[in-house]
């Protein structure tokens, strides 16, 4: 149903006309050259309450897609026209075509000197994010800036489809029909886009006196924009992963360089596992500074439950401002070991340092030459096999282990001391003694096998 004819090559706009001067158009003998402008067949003026358009006359057969409108389409078509012809200086232009018929605008706002222009689409059917932002492109490339009517927010898919200009009118085909059409204007809408006004003939007047604010650009600009953005992301991304690997790679030089100049001191002094009463155990590794040649000593330790087996090498990568091996048992373990072993290697000192990468204090090692810390991560990251024990405590010195419930045995009764006298025996006359000979002979040592087996014979 438009609402455009033509009559002898002239636009006639439904829209334009009052009821009376469309009751006088419908009653004209011109009536009769009235053609619709897409297939130039016979059109006729028809009206539906308030609305007033252009339809086939009857019979005429077009095969044409003339895109049927609804009653709501057509009433917000002809809302737009009536508010741009109220702002000084533009003027509507229903149902406005290509040049080539490529496409028609449902409404063009144009300045009355034709310099600007905004096509003003209505879509109250469903249409894809792909087909708005082609058919909004194509209004971009001719210089117009498009607007899309909808009844509800438009779902583009982002960041697959570009955004385009939408103005939210809650009025779909479905909506009542208003007594007139330009009670529509009175609508309150919302809109994606920077333009003042709360009603839609307070956003036409905004949007056509002030410039709609628009920031993003056509969809080809949107789609150019993200393409460089991500283009950025993958250069910055390959860039920084670049820089992680070699860091790495630096690091695990670095790891493999620390290993190579360790030493187990067993193997680099001798076997000399100090006792330490009941003190810690404490396992060391000689090596040297990743600053300065000097060669230092390097230990861990941990302490031992009662009854628990020797623990396992475990160094921590990360350690606060207090530690175990800055314990004075620990200290006293280790100088006994280099005053047994007379390793004469320098024992690195523990301070505490700020790390600046965790904004923290840590007692951390460093050199006993240069003062450069060694970072506990590298530390940790020494090889088992580069560290033995220097330091254990001596077994006999460790108390029994208490039962695993945790509880005290109970205590033990003192019973008082009773001496009983044991009953007299009477004392029974001895046998009398068989001679050795008798005994012994081979008669007694016959009855004696005889008895024995049990036997009589």
């Not at 920031?215 to 250069?235: C, I, K, V, Y």
């Amino acid at each position: 149903m438009p609402l455009v004819a033509l009559l002898d090559g002239n636009r006639v706009e439904a829209p334009a006309h009052t009821a009376d001067s469309w009751t006088a158009l419908k009653a004209s003998p011109d009536r009769v050259r009235l053609v619709m402008p897409l297939c130039g067949i016979r059109a006729v003026a028809k009206s539906r309450a308030e609305t007033r358009f252009f339809a086939h006359y009857p019979g005429s057969g077009c095969s044409a897609d003339h895109g049927g409108e609804s009653p709501q389409h057509l009433a917000m078509k002809t809302a737009l026209a009536a508010g741009i012809n109220a702002v000084p200086g533009w003027h509507a232009v229903i149902e406005y075509p290509h040049p080539e018929r490529e496409w028609i605008i449902d409404v063009l706002a144009a300045t009355d000197d034709g310099r600007r222009g905004v096509a003003f689409e209505v879509q109250l059917s469903s249409q894809t994010p792909e087909r708005y932002a082609e058919r909004s492109q194509r209004y971009f490339d001719s210089g117009l800036f498009p607007v899309w009517l909808v009844p509800r927010l438009i779902d583009y898919g982002w960041p697959a489809q570009p955004t385009v200009p939408a103005v939210v009118t809650g009025f779909g085909k479905s909506s009542d029909l208003p007594e007139t059409p330009e009670d529509l204007l009175e609508r309150e809408v919302a809109k994606n886009f920077r333009t003042g006004g709360g009603t839609l003939a307070q956003f036409l007047l905004t949007l056509l006196t002030s410039g709609p604010g628009w920031t993003l650009g056509s969809p080809q600009m949107q789609r150019d924009a993200r393409a460089a953005a991500e283009a950025r992301n993958q250069a910055r991304y390959e860039t920084e992963e670049r820089t992680r690997l070699e860091r790495l790679a630096k690091l695990e030089k670095a790891i493999k360089e620390f290993n190579a100049r360790s030493r187990p001191p067993a193997q680099a002094f001798g076997d000399h596992l100090v006792q330490s009463g009941d003190g810690p155990y404490v396992w060391a590794t000689a090596t040297g500074c990743w600053k300065c040649p000097a060669p230092m000593l390097l230990w861990t330790a941990q302490t031992r439950r009662s009854g628990d087996p020797v623990p396992e090498l475990e160094i921590r990568d990360k350690v606060g401002p207090k530690r175990f091996e800055n314990h004075p048992e620990v200290h006293k373990g280790v100088d006994r070991w280099l005053a047994a072993s007379g390793a004469g290697i320098g024992k690195a000192r523990i301070e505490r340092r700020m790390i600046k990468s965790r904004a923290e204090e840590s007692s951390t090692f460093v050199c006993p030459g240069c003062r450069e810390v060694i970072g506990q991560f590298f530390i940790s990251r020494i090889v088992p096999e580069k560290w033995s024990l220097i330091s254990a405590p001596d077994p006999a010195s460790l108390p029994a282990r208490r039962p695993k419930t945790g509880k005290q045995p109970p205590a033990l009764m003192i019973v008082p001391t009773v001496r009983v006298e044991p009953p007299a025996v009477p004392v029974k006359e001895s046998a009398p003694k068989i001679p050795w000979d008798q005994l012994h002979g081979a008669e007694g040592v016959a009855a004696a096998r005889r008895q024995f087996r049990g036997t009589t014979s």
